[in-house]
């Protein structure tokens, strides 16, 4: 465990949020299903619930939401940390702004520059 004061409301463990090898292909399937993008966007509105408050979001069995979880966290999209008997899951955008870093700005650069360039060059004509 690391040694410092938690600094880190996520999951105060450094390591575990920031220093996973990331997997496109993992997290572009996690993504890819509705229900686990649901628990997500419940885990965006409000950090730090237990598998019993996601279950309630959604209509499937409490191994099924757990199995969406497994792959969530196996993506690098859930963090979960035991506090007393409960777990609790969080949100780790990292690897969604990873994603975006890569495959949504290096395509819509051009276009923009080519946005800008237009214009500047209508604004010297006139």
């Given at each position: 465990?690391?040694?410092f004061?938690?600094?880190?409301?996520?999951?105060?463990?450094?390591?575990?949020t920031y220093?996973?090898?990331m997997d496109?292909?993992?997290?572009?399937k996690?993504?890819?299903?509705?229900?686990?993008?649901?628990?997500?966007?419940?885990?965006?509105?409000?950090?730090?619930?237990?598998?019993?408050?996601?279950e309630?979001?959604?209509?499937?069995?409490?191994?099924?939401?757990?199995?969406?979880?497994?792959?969530?966290?196996?993506?690098?999209l859930v963090?979960?940390?035991?506090?007393?008997?409960?777990?609790?899951?969080?949100?780790?955008p990292?690897?969604?702004?990873?994603?975006?870093?890569r495959?949504?700005d290096?395509?819509?650069?051009?276009?923009?520059?080519?946005?800008?360039?237009?214009?500047?060059e209508?604004?010297?004509?006139?």
């Open positions: 465990m690391v040694a004061p938690c600094r880190d409301p996520l999951t105060c463990d450094l390591l575990v220093l996973f090898a496109d292909d993992r997290v572009f996690a993504l890819a299903d509705p229900t686990r993008r649901l628990l997500l966007d419940r885990l965006f509105v409000r950090d730090g619930q237990t598998l019993t408050e996601l309630s979001a959604v209509e499937m069995t409490r191994y099924g939401v757990m199995k969406h979880l497994r792959v969530l966290e196996e993506a690098g963090v979960s940390r035991k506090s007393g008997r409960e777990k609790l899951h969080f949100l780790n990292v690897p969604i702004r990873l994603i975006h870093d495959w949504i290096k395509y819509t650069e051009h276009r923009v520059a080519a946005l800008v360039d237009l214009k500047h209508l604004e010297e004509q006139s």
